[in-house]
């Protein structure tokens, strides 16, 4: 890979114990092609996975890092190396095609210089110079593939809740029209470079969870938008890395949406939002764990509270 060379696009891909993941990702990446930089950051796995993803891929940059930085200290160190135009953050346990390979065995992914896929996404950022981030529709990667990802409805004043638009619906098509959403989703999302210049990096407070929101946030008020773009779809197998039920999900979700209310919410709100959490759906989420048998999650629970209040 030239070092000296601007390429049309960087994928931006993090790897922490995490080599199989990373590898059916970019089996599904057209790796030869002139126009595409590569970028996997090795957040300090256990094993040297730098040095394997390097051996097998030596079309790709493989970043180490000798400390686990997080997913923003991750990409932002990506963001460092990087020389695309446009920049896409994708989570290494995501496929660009549900069938592996299909990127370099002749697949759909090879005509027009192998880049077709990403086209409906560059052409949604180069159709608006307002538009900061653009996201794909995202697919789960099991059964019949239920759709995770549409764009998001904004989040409310207080409670801070939203969702995800048509989550674990079948994709029927209808969720196929192009929109802004008020959040871009962190598992796949593509940057213009001068949209990270304005805004900045991703936020590292966070280190896991909430740093795509509060990015989000940070580019709206730099005056971007973010659309969501579902004529590019991506599979995701979900959070094999930490866990839906793990002690360190729960830390981290706890004390982080707690800080993204410190960092975008102002006045009555922040206070009445503070209230909200630490007093109603933390005392129901530790209950919750109790009842199940969970200590570890109940005391998760409160090792984000205190750790965000010594914040």
């Known amino acids: 890979m030239n070092a000296n060379k601007t390429y049309l696009l960087t994928v931006i891909t993090i790897n922490y114990n995490g080599l199989n993941d990373t590898c059916e990702l970019l089996d599904t990446l057209p790796l030869g092609c002139d126009s595409l930089e590569v970028i996997v ?9 730098a040095t ?12 180490r890092s ?22 896409f953050f994708v989570n290494n346990d995501t496929l660009l095609f549900k069938t592996a390979g299909m990127a370099k065995d002749g697949g759909e992914n090879v005509e027009n210089g192998g880049m077709q896929w990403f086209q409906p996404l560059i052409g949604r950022l180069e159709s608006d110079p307002a538009i900061g ?5 995202i697919r789960f990667s099991w059964d019949d593939s ?7 409805t904004p989040l409310t004043a207080v409670t801070m809740r939203n969702r995800s638009i048509g989550f674990g619906e079948a994709d029927n098509g209808q969720y196929d029209q192009p929109h802004p959403t008020p959040y871009a989703h962190g598992a796949a999302m593509m940057v213009r470079r001068e949209a990270i210049e304005r805004a900045g990096m991703m936020p590292e407070c966070y280190f896991l969870y909430y740093e795509e929101l509060d990015w989000s946030m940070m580019m709206r008020r730099a005056g ?18 930490t866990g839906q039920g793990s002690p360190l999900r729960t830390y981290y979700i706890t004390r982080n949406r707690l800080l993204f209310i410190s960092r975008n919410s102002h006045g009555a709100n ?21 009842l199940h048998g969970r200590t570890d999650l109940a005391k998760a629970t409160i090792k984000g509270i205190v750790h965000f209040i010594k914040l």
């Not at 950051?41 to 996975?49: I, K, L, M, T, Y």
């Not at 239920?146 to 998001?152: E, L, T």
């Open 270 to 290: 922040r206070l009445l939002s503070w209230l909200y959490l630490m007093c109603a759906v933390a005392p129901k989420d530790i209950l919750k764990s109790l």
């Open 66 to 87: 000798a400390k686990n930085l997080g997913f923003a200290g991750g990409n932002n160190l990506g963001i460092k190396a990087a020389h695309g135009r446009y920049l």
């Open 224 to 241: 971007y938008s973010i659309w969501y773009e579902p004529a590019a779809t991506i599979y995701h197998k979900e959070s094999r890395s």
């Open 133 to 137: 981030i653009v996201c794909p529709k």
């Open 146 to 152: 239920p759709i995770q990802f549409a764009g998001y």
């Open 41 to 49: 950051v090795d957040n300090a796995s256990r094993d040297d996975e």
């Open 52 to 63: 394997a993803i390097s051996q097998r891929y030596p079309q790709v940059n493989v970043v």
